[in-house]
């Protein structure tokens, strides 16, 4: 499936809760070995969240705080490599620019930074640990 197939929406997380837990929960902690009590936390009513859907199928999500941080993308295992996350990524920066947030910053896993980079963010700092997989942070201004 190419990448036009994908609808991409930004939706309230009350809305569609069930379908961003269980992306997040198939990738993050059952794929990846995050502890679930890393994974949810006190950001997901305040920030932005949008939803990739092939056809009716919820494949993948990532948020957007408040504060300009990007998190939690993700994308179901058998939906990757088809530009899904570029497109995500794309929405995101979007969905940034119109609600003012010029600056902004994530923790990304270190195999996913070339990702990253091609959206013009740039590492700083040094590679840490964030639930048992190296990270880096990136910022893009």
Do not use: C
């Not at 957007?64 to 941080?69: A, R």
Request: proline share 1%; glycine share 8%.
């Amino acid at each position: 499936m190419t990448s036009e197939n994908f609808n991409i929406k930004i939706v309230s997380y009350e809305e569609y809760q069930l379908d961003i837990q269980n992306i997040r929960t198939q990738v993050f902690i059952v794929e990846q070995g995050i502890p679930e009590s890393l994974e949810w936390d006190d950001h997901e009513h305040a920030s932005w969240h949008v939803l990739a859907f092939a056809g009716v199928q919820a494949v993948a999500t990532g948020r957007l705080q408040p504060d300009g941080k990007l998190t939690r993308i993700a994308v179901l295992q058998s939906w990757r490599n088809k530009g899904l996350a570029n497109q995500l990524l794309t929405t995101l920066l979007t969905l940034a620019k119109k609600e003012g947030l010029n600056s902004l910053y994530l923790n990304a896993q270190v195999s996913a930074t070339g990702l990253y980079e091609k959206h013009g963010f740039t590492t700083t700092g040094d590679v840490f640990n964030e639930g048992g997989i190296a990270h880096i942070r990136m910022q893009r201004v």
